[in-house]
Structure formats: structure tokens, C-alpha cells
Nanobody, 122 residues
Framework: QVQLVESGGGLVQAGGSLSLSCAAS????????WAWFRQAPGKEREFVAA????????DYRDSVKGRFTVSRDNAKNTVYLQMNSLKPEDTAVYYC???????????????WGQGTQVTVSS
């Protein structure tokens, strides 16, 4: 059974940092694109960051560029999201997802984690 388990969420003050992890089990994701999405209360889920299976292609939504960094460890079947200089508007449930084709849209992503809450206080 394939499972993606996020961890590292929590409550942090504005300007602080959090590091999210998403560990996969049940199959290898070394040839998959990894991405992070987020959903704030009352809003649609939105793209945050993506990394290709080789790690040489990265994309970020504009509002997190320069603050968030996505990385992966294929040996550990894990993807990370380092979030610095957090803002209250970053508050959301963060989801990791895996896809064979590279995309910044939800459609191609077949595997999803359960989500982890990130709350940034002002």
C-alpha cells in the first residue's frame, strides 16, 4: 500500500521557519516529480513548489520564491520543503504529491499525502 506521510507542520510566528517532510512508502518514487500544494480555509488548493525526478527542474509560485526551497532525497523516498520568512498568508494545510509527468497543476498528481497544518501568527 502506497503511503505519503507529511510531517513538520506547526505554529510559528511571522518571520520564522518550518521544515516539512514527506516520506513515501509502498513503492519507489525516484522517477516521479514531487510537488507541494497548499489549501487555506475557504480557498482552493494551490501549487507551491515542484521538483523533477532528477532535481534539475524546480518551480515555485511567485509568492514563495526566495523564501521556500524544495528538495528531495531519492534514497530516502522523501521530499522536503524548507520554509523561511513565513508570513500569515502562508497559513494553510500543506500537501505533498507525486506525479510521473512534470507539472505545476494538480491534474497529473496520482499520489497525495494527508496534509499537515502550517499556521503563521502575526
Amino acid at each position: 500500500q502506497v503511503q505519503l506521510v507529511e510531517s513538520g507542520g506547526g505554529l510559528v510566528q511571522a518571520g520564522g521557519s518550518l521544515s516539512l517532510s514527506c516520506a513515501a512508502s509502498g513503492r519507489s518514487f525516484s522517477r516521479y516529480t514531487w510537488a507541494w500544494f497548499r489549501q487555506a480555509p475557504g480557498k482552493e488548493r494551490e501549487f507551491v513548489a515542484a521538483i523533477s525526478w532528477t532535481g534539475d527542474r524546480l518551480d515555485y509560485r511567485d509568492s514563495v520564491k526566495g523564501r521556500f526551497t524544495v528538495s528531495r532525497d531519492n534514497a530516502k523516498n522523501t521530499v522536503y520543503l524548507q520554509m523561511n520568512s513565513l508570513k500569515p498568508e502562508d497559513t494553510a494545510v500543506y500537501y505533498c504529491a507525486a506525479s510521473v509527468p512534470y507539472s505545476t497543476h494538480e491534474g497529473p498528481y496520482d499520489y497525495w499525502g494527508q496534509g499537515t497544518q502550517v499556521t503563521v501568527s502575526s
